[in-house]
């Protein structure tokens, strides 16, 4: 069946340092990919998305990239800061579909 | 606006009782949804709604209903609470169907523990 997993369920790293969060997915049919972040006690939050028709995506200090091939989704976040902290959850869709399928959250905590 | 709103934010329930999860938007949103979220796991659909009167099940639907009387409001029932239904709910909701450059807002979200 359809999934979505991430390679690593925690991230630690230090104020100002650059961090990549992981995310596989298995339906080959997914066409467009949003990366959400959950602060503590907060229901999540948009940061950016992509559609398989590109490879990568940048936003501010955030940058998305897709492998088709591997089926493999990366987020990038520049110069990570304390406020970074969350729970990190990508989200694949099938476009008509009507829903999206989410994986199961990376854990970045951002050291002073 | 006021986007999403959930209440109550937290509850407590005995097995066996009852309750609905009240859920509103004011962004004019067709499409609404339902999730849960258990302790470190990431959202699993219960259910979703494209529009007034049309809803459809998700993932894990056993042991809730939904109805869509209005496009502002998706309330979400539990007939009989179980321990297994311990767990965070998230409604959100979108604009159209994702997959069209279109992000999901999400609610505060209930907690909801079964006792």
């Known amino acids: 069946g359809e999934s979505v997993g991430l390679h690593l369920p925690t991230l630690s790293v230090q104020e100002g340092d650059n961090s990549i969060i992981n995310c596989a997915y298995s339906?080959?049919?997914?066409?467009?990919f949003i990366w959400y972040k959950q602060e503590s006690g907060k229901g999540p939050q948009f940061i950016i998305d992509i559609r398989s028709n590109m490879d990568k995506r940048q936003g501010q200090r955030v940058t998305v990239l897709l492998n088709k091939t591997v089926k493999h989704l990366s987020l990038q976040i520049a110069a990570t800061q304390p406020g970074d902290s969350a729970v990190y959850f990508c989200a694949e869709t099938v476009t008509n579909a009507g829903k999206s399928t989410f994986g199961d959250g990376t854990t970045l905590t951002v050291k002073p | 606006n006021a986007g999403v709103t959930q209440t109550p934010k937290f509850r407590i329930l005995k097995i066996g009782q009852s309750m609905t999860l009240q859920c509103a938007q004011d962004m004019n949103h067709n499409y609404m949804y339902w999730y849960r979220q258990d302790p470190g796991m990431g959202l699993k659909l219960i259910y979703y709604?494209?529009?007034?009167?049309?809803?459809d099940k998700g993932e894990v639907p056993n042991g809730y209903n939904v109805s869509r009387s209005t496009t502002e409001d998706f309330p979400l029932r539990l007939e009989l609470a179980a321990p297994s239904q311990t767990s965070v709910y998230f409604c959100?909701?979108?604009?159209?169907?994702?997959?069209?450059?279109?992000?999901?807002?999400f609610g505060p979200g209930t907690r909801l523990t079964v006792l």
């Open positions: 709604s494209v529009g007034a009167g049309i809803t």
């Open positions: 959100a909701s979108s604009r159209s169907q994702p997959g069209k450059n279109n992000e999901q807002f």
């Open positions: 339906n080959s049919a997914s066409d467009y």
